[in-house]
């Protein structure tokens, strides 16, 4: 089953009563409620083997691509095995909203991604049709609600009043398009010519699945990188855009893109940090990557507050010749003294402690002077990186990040409500031996804190030059965890 190939596209009316052929069977533990506007999980046991009323439901998809719907499906073979729906209607009290409908991913081929990659679709439809929004109405399994959050959505502050009529006991959410409409196109693949040699281009990969492997395995030869894991949790949204090129069936040389959202000084500002810049041994210096990063630069540059980059030694003199000027980051120590007071490790792979982390990201860090919101990156650090290093202090509400060295504790991050205090909570974590903590972000407050330029190896800022630049004036650094 793994290894079987889906393919993915929008089905022709035809193709419709191949719905009959998905698999609903689930088994469902836990269900969310909506209490006093907090998300509240409890224990239930429910278990779903089929569709009800599928007579109606297939003659209201047939309605649907009538009206101008677009039904985005999964296949494997010629048999359908996932879904998802967007209708062309604007609805909501300012018509900007689109509302996703019918996902479902047959039993055998959940947890690959396919929803991901179908929201993928659906989201460009969702933009093309003049959306700022997307909506869902989310079954209130535990397993729904999380893989919608993962995408980014969020529980809404103001339900559509006929969908919530229709699904009162949903998890009603949303989650904005406008960072991204009109800044990029999905679907883009093309034969392209550098130096007399044809390589195919590609800025669609998630949605490809054998390009898509094809890149993994290009960042996991250049970089280590487990995308795979990444991508197979439903985290990676796309806010992380790989630009590729293929010579045939092998991606050759990449550059992404990550959007991240930045908070400083109480503006929210949409920040480009380039990432993962690769070019296979074999294919390097045919100016491959030297097109990429051109593309990537020509399409965003004016698309975004600032551009930023953070490179190893190796490339120190690579950026430059894109136009991008080395700036100084800022480390933050201080002192952390063994303080009374439990812990727990979280487990990544436990699905109730994995939906504590999401939600502590949404409350993020209260000490933290420059914030970057990226939940799909902020995942990709837990789930590939410091699986190990994430701990739960409950006496304080709080998730920490850490790691320790010697008699120094490396604060990758830290979550939890406003008002507790950074050194009690670290305390709480620190060892006998503990005398500092390393700061992974800007804190907020800097009196007691030992401000030195960085002394981190193999890392360089770059920043692009005419655009937003916070670090000429400031001592910053951006959050380990947001690094790409
Ligand atoms: C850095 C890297 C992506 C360059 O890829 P590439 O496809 O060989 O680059 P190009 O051929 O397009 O080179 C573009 C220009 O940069 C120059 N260049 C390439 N690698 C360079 C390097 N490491 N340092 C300085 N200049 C470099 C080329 O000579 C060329 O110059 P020109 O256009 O003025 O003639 C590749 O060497 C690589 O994958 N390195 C390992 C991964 C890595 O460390 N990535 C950076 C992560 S921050």
Wanted: charged share 25%.
């Amino acid at each position: 089953m793994r290894n079987s190939n889906i393919t993915y596209r929008a089905l022709k009316r035809h193709e419709i009563r191949k719905f009959k052929q998905i698999k609903r069977h689930e088994i469902i533990e836990e269900i969310y409620y909506l209490r006093e506007g907090k998300l509240v999980l409890e224990k239930e046991h429910w278990e779903v083997t089929q569709f009800d009323h599928m007579r109606e439901r297939i003659q209201g998809f047939k309605k649907l691509f009538d009206e101008g719907g677009y039904l985005y499906g999964a296949f494997d073979g010629r048999k359908l095995v996932g879904l998802g729906s967007v209708c062309p209607k604007l609805i909501g009290k300012h018509c900007d909203t689109i509302n996703v409908e019918n996902m479902h991913v047959s039993a055998a081929y959940r947890k690959r991604g396919v929803a991901t990659t179908i929201f993928a679709a659906l989201k460009e439809k969702a933009v093309e049709f003049g959306g700022k929004k997307v909506y869902v109405s989310a079954t209130p399994s535990k397993n729904t609600v999380y893989f919608y959050m993962g995408l980014g959505f969020k529980l809404t502050q103001e339900p559509i009043q006929e969908l919530l009529e229709a699904e009162p006991e949903d998890i009603h959410m949303e989650m904005e398009l406008c960072h991204m409409s009109g800044t990029y196109d999905f679907g883009r693949s093309t034969q392209i010519l550098i130096r007399g040699r044809s390589y195919q281009f590609s800025a669609d990969v998630l949605s490809q699945s054998g390009e898509r492997k094809r890149y993994f395995k290009l960042a996991k030869k250049s970089f280590g990188l487990k995308f795979d894991t990444w991508y197979q949790s439903g985290f990676w949204d796309d806010r992380f855009i790989p630009y590729v090129l293929y010579d045939g069936r092998t991606a050759v040389s990449s550059v992404a893109v990550c959007i991240n959202e930045v908070l400083w000084k109480n503006t929210t500002k949409r920040y480009v940090q380039i990432s993962t810049v690769m070019t296979l041994p074999k294919y390097r210096n045919r100016r491959l990557n030297r097109w990429l990063m051109e593309h990537v630069l020509n399409e965003w540059k004016d698309k975004c507050d600032a551009i930023y980059l953070l490179a190893n030694d190796s490339v120190v003199d690579f950026y430059p010749k894109f136009g991008f000027e080395k700036h100084t980051e800022y480390d933050f120590t201080i002192p952390v003294a063994k303080a009374p007071g439990e812990y727990r490790k979280l487990n990544v792979n436990r699905a109730d402690d994995l939906t504590l982390l999401v939600e502590k990201y949404e409350q993020s860090n209260p000490f933290a002077q420059l914030k970057v919101k990226n939940l799909g990156l902020f995942m990709l650090h837990c789930l590939c990186f410091r699986t190990n290093d994430i701990y739960f202090i409950e006496q304080y509400d709080a998730i920490a990040i850490v790691e320790h060295r010697g008699n120094q504790m490396v604060c990758h991050e830290i979550l939890a409500p406003p008002g507790a205090s950074l050194v009690d909570i670290l305390g709480v974590l620190a060892r006998e031996n503990t005398e500092s903590a390393y700061l992974g972000f800007t804190p907020e407050t800097t009196e007691d804190c030992l401000i030195v330029e960085s002394q981190e190896e193999d890392n360089h800022l770059f920043v692009f030059p005419g655009k937003e630049n916070i670090f000429k004036d400031n001592k910053i650094m951006f959050p380990l965890l947001s690094r790409a």
